[in-house]
């Protein structure tokens, strides 16, 4: 199985700054294979990214994914107050699928 | 616009098998491959398992002995059990649609959730 460790588990900040997001792979996962995903309180989560760089349908453009290997990365490059969420990385291409634990991002 | 609505009781008794179904709206069930996964509340995400629309499945192997995953294509649903349960399945149970044609493929559509409680 593999494990996806994320880090950190709590991230402040403000809106207008830069949010980096990290997941890692207890063994290499191809980048086609990498999702994000971002839930807020009482929603389902809704996929940003997946194959490791490539936004889903409507995702602004302010999102965007980076990473091969064991290290992704998440980047949010000015956040908005809706951004404020839990974020779950996500390999999907091995089973079982596996979720990191997820980050926190809250308003500093 | 594709739609996923989990249905089924919101209580279960220790030693009892739960039940949920998923029914999809707004596209077909065919040719795609149907998740459920489920959140411990407070917690992150564990995949339960898949099945695609001809009836192929793949489990957890963490909850492999206790996990059925069946599909009826002519009411463009699909339902999950869970036998045995104990305090530590209470969870949000979500239902998600993952790519065509494989199984390696994000899960773009999710059902709202629907909480299961296990209690006597």
């Known amino acids: 199985e593999i494990v996806l460790t994320q880090s950190p588990g709590t991230l402040s900040l403000s809106p207008g700054e830069r949010a980096t997001l990290s997941c890692r792979a207890s063994?290499?996962?191809?980048?086609?294979?990498l999702a994000w995903y971002q839930q807020k309180p009482g929603q389902a989560p809704r996929l940003l990214i997946y194959g490791a760089s490539s936004r889903a349908t409507v995702i602004p453009d302010r999102f965007s994914g980076s990473g091969s290997g064991t290290d992704f990365t998440l980047t949010i490059s000015r956040l908005e107050p809706e951004d404020f969420a839990v974020y779950f990385c996500q390999q999907y291409g091995s089973s079982p699928i596996t979720f990191g634990q997820g980050t926190r991002l809250e308003i500093k | 616009q594709v739609q996923l609505q989990e249905s089924g009781p919101g209580l279960v008794k220790p030693s009892e098998t739960l039940s949920l179904t998923c029914t999809v709206s707004?596209?077909?069930?065919?040719?795609?491959?149907w998740s459920w996964i489920r959140q411990p509340p407070g917690k992150g995400l564990e995949w339960v398992g898949y099945i695609y629309y001809s009836g192929t499945t793949n489990y957890n192997p963490s909850l492999k002995s206790r996990v059925t995953i069946s599909v009826d294509t002519s009411k463009n649903q699909f339902s999950l059990k869970l036998s045995s349960v104990t305090a530590a399945d209470t969870a949000v149970y979500y239902c998600a649609r993952a790519g065509s044609g494989s199984y390696r493929r994000p899960l773009d559509y999710w059902g709202q959730g629907t909480l299961v409680t296990v209690s006597s």
């Open positions: 063994q290499s996962v191809s980048s086609t294979y």
């Open positions: 707004g596209g077909s069930i065919n040719s795609y491959y």
